[in-house]
Antibody, heavy 121, light 108 residues
Framework: QVQLVESGGGVVQPGRSLRLSCAASGFTFSSYGMHWVRQAPGKGLEWVAVISYDGSNKYYADSVKGRFTISRDNSKNTLYLQMNSLRAEDTAVYYCAKDLEQQLGDAFDIWGQGTMVTVSS | SYVLTQPPSVSVAPGQTARITCGGNNIGSKSVHWYQQKPGQAPVLVVY???DRPSGIPERFSGSNSGNTATLTISRVEAGDEADYYC???????????FGTGTKVTVL
């Protein structure tokens, strides 16, 4: 069964750091680009970052560039999002998502259930 | 940055057809994907590459894309189609994925 399971969310103070994980199963993780997408409470979807299948290419939304780092460990079938200098506006449910195929611009065919991050003092 | 504009809401009676638009500059030159999101759930892909459907998605969901507007059409609407719908494209000029503003579909 193809599955993505996020973990690592929680409540964190502004300016602090948090690392999210996304465990993949049921498909060849090392063959697909992976994304992080977030959704603030009551708001729409916001793309956060993408990493290519081999980790060689990474792109970030302007709102997180320089503060967040996407990475992956293909030996562990796991995607990560290191979030530093967190702000109140980073409060959201964070989803990991898989590319449908193997090129930029693909749709996201598999999504995790999401993990909530709350930035508050 | 590239902007995708959707109507905030669309209302439709059961059995009728719902059309959700997604406007963007020359969006017809891009591949558009559509997602359905029900409350408290993760998004689900319903149409990709303008008009293709993933396995398991009913034929009632279809898409088109031309000029400055892409459209998701839901035929013979059912109560279970009530959800938020988002369009999405890849903006190659900025290397960013872009989501539309989202449309809430209400089944009357």
């Amino acid at each position: 069964q193809v599955q993505l399971v996020e973990s690592g969310g929680g409540v964190v103070q502004p300016g602090r750091s948090l690392r999210l994980s996304c465990a993949a199963s049921g498909f060849t993780f090392s063959s697909y680009g992976m994304h992080w997408v977030r959704q603030a409470p009551g708001k729409g979807l916001e793309w956060v970052a993408v990493i290519s299948y081999d980790g060689s290419n990474k792109y970030y939304a302007d709102s997180v560039k320089g503060r967040f780092t996407i990475s992956r460990d293909n030996s562990k079938n796991t995607l990560y999002l290191q979030m530093n200098s967190l702000r109140a506006e980073d409060t959201a449910v964070y989803y990991c998502a898989k590319d449908l195929e193997q090129q930029l611009g693909d749709a996201f065919d598999i999504w995790g259930q999401g993990t909530m991050v709350t930035v508050s003092s | 940055s590239y902007v995708l504009t959707q109507p905030p809401s669309v209302s439709v009676a059961p059995g009728q057809t719902a059309r959700i638009t997604c406007g963007g500059n020359n969006i017809g030159s891009k591949s558009v994907h559509w997602y359905q999101q029900k409350p408290g759930q993760a998004p689900v892909l319903v149409v990709y590459d303008d008009s293709d459907r993933p396995s398991g998605i009913p034929e009632r969901f279809s898409g088109s894309n031309s000029g400055n507007t892409a459209t998701l059409t839901i035929s013979r609407v059912e109560a279970g189609d009530e959800a938020d719908y988002y369009c999405q494209v890849w903006d190659s000029s900025s290397d960013h994925e872009v989501f539309g503003t989202g449309t809430k579909v209400t089944v009357l």
